[in-house]
């Protein structure tokens, strides 16, 4: 059975929240936890096996204590946490999220995603956004709390992403002006504050190509923590005047295509990657899985 699940949503392992606050569970935890290493540049230690790629954990003994972590959850009674280090391990590779994401077996792509979201979110609030005083990390690396007592929590960016279709056999893709020749999408952009994601997935069509929807169905949502994304995905309906009017600031081309124009894949006209939830949202429509 082919699995549709957005490869970064195939979390398996318990984030076991009660135990981020839990520092005599975390000690005697520590001696058998699992720690990864995510360098300065957010890739990380990978080792080829017969089974393919897999993260190259470490055993928290080999760790400097005192070093910060994040605890990432448990899995199979193991507990596993991140560290931030330079390239010191003797891995095969490192590699980035978006390289080894879409390889990697389910538990670990899960462990992953979490570890670099946290990552990422911890080294853009060394500074509190209230007063403006150094944060420490506290609860195991689910808060940073600045020394006048204000809280921040990790945080993730809402953005929609939606096939828009005719209701019959075309969607549209589009290729923003900012990307290389010849790829091609569907439409997304954030939600703003003050907005559902409902109305967001209207005004950002409207905005980009000029066509108004309805029927906006939700598709599944996956994260996407470059830095801080999570993109929630939609399909949607145009309707009225299927005609398209380009933003040309933000969109370089859009056309109506046909499934089997999708599917055909020329060469002129590269899709998004496996790792992206477009690919996910892209391939179920024209399987027609999606309407
Ligand atoms: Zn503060």
Do not use: K, N
């Amino acid at each position: 059975m082919t699995d549709r699940r957005p490869v970064l949503s195939r979390a398996v392992h318990d984030r076991a929240a009660i135990r981020r606050r839990d520092t005599d569970w975390l000690a005697a935890s520590w001696g058998t936890a699992q720690v990864l290493a995510v360098d300065p540049d957010y890739t990380v230690p990978i080792v080829e096996t017969d089974d393919g790629p897999v993260l190259l954990w470490r055993t928290a003994s080999t760790v400097d204590s005192s070093q910060e972590y994040v605890f990432l959850g448990e899995h199979d009674g193991t507990a596993y946490a991140v560290v931030r280090s330079a390239r010191d391990l003797h891995a095969d590779r490192w590699l980035g999220l978006r390289e080894i994401g879409a390889e990697l077996p389910e538990v670990e792509a899960g462990l992953l995603v979490e570890a670099i979201a946290l990552a990422q979110w911890h080294d853009r609030h060394l500074y509190c956004p209230r007063c403006g005083r150094e944060t420490a990390s506290e609860q195991a690396g689910w808060v940073r709390r600045c020394t006048q007592g204000h809280e921040q929590f990790p945080r993730t960016d809402p953005a929609v992403i939606m096939l828009v279709h005719d209701g019959a056999d075309r969607c549209i893709l589009g290729r923003q002006a900012v990307w290389p020749a010849g790829r091609f999408s569907i439409l997304a952009g954030f939600v703003e504050p003050g907005e559902s994601a409902e109305a967001a997935v209207a005004r950002e069509v409207f905005e980009e190509v000029g066509v108004t929807v309805t029927d906006v169905r939700y598709a599944g949502s996956q994260p996407w923590p470059f830095p801080s994304s999570l993109m929630l995905g939609f399909t949607a309906q145009v309707s009225g005047d299927p005609t398209l009017h380009i933003d040309e600031h933000e969109i370089a081309e859009a056309h109506w295509l046909t499934r089997s124009e999708v599917a055909e894949q020329p060469a002129y006209r590269r899709l998004p990657p496996p790792l992206s939830i477009a690919h996910r949202i892209i391939t179920d429509w024209v399987d027609g899985v999606l309407p």
